[in-house]
């Protein structure tokens, strides 16, 4: 089930950096509401919100998936920041995030928080 709440979400909800693992180096931290095509673009403008809860892959774990579709103000392309929030026993796990492009390419898994 999808449910379309644009008007009650706004990116501010979004953290400014996602992190991903270095080894044992620790963990890199990058800016998720920033333009992922060439124009590297900082203004981005939210245009829909929808969430729609995943099948269970293991028992005791539900997801959560967020599509964010933004528009850079930049170059004026869109994508989708999609954060896919694991939860167990009604916390918060962690949350993977991935970029979909304006072809509805998935470019992959961008970081977590």
Same mark, same amino acid.
């Given at each position: 089930?999808?449910?379309?709440? /644009?008007?009650?979400?706004?990116?501010?909800?979004?953290?400014?950096?996602?992190?991903?693992?270095?080894?044992?180096?620790?963990?890199?931290?990058?800016?998720?509401?920033?333009?992922?095509?060439?124009?590297?673009?900082?203004?981005?403008?939210?245009?829909?919100? /929808?969430?729609?809860?995943? /099948?269970p892959i293991e028992k005791g774990v539900d997801e959560i998936i967020?599509?964010?579709?933004?528009?850079?103000?930049?170059?004026?392309?869109?994508?989708?920041?999609?954060?896919?929030?694991?939860?167990?026993?009604?916390?918060?796990?962690?949350?993977?995030?991935?970029?979909?492009?304006?072809?509805?390419?998935?470019?992959?898994?961008?970081? /977590?928080?």
């Amino acid at each position: 089930m999808v449910f379309d709440l /644009s008007d009650q979400h706004t990116l501010d909800e979004l953290p400014d950096y996602v992190y991903v693992a270095l080894g044992r180096r620790g963990m890199e931290p990058l800016p998720l509401k920033e333009c992922t095509y060439e124009c590297d673009g900082k203004d981005l403008q939210l245009l829909k919100f /929808s969430q729609t809860k995943a /099948s269970p892959i293991e028992k005791g774990v539900d997801e959560i998936i967020e599509d964010w579709l933004v528009q850079c103000e930049k170059c004026k392309r869109q994508f989708t920041i999609r954060c896919i929030v694991r939860y167990a026993d009604g916390e918060r796990i962690d949350t993977r995030v991935d970029i979909i492009d304006d072809t509805d390419k998935n470019l992959g898994w961008l970081g /977590s928080y």
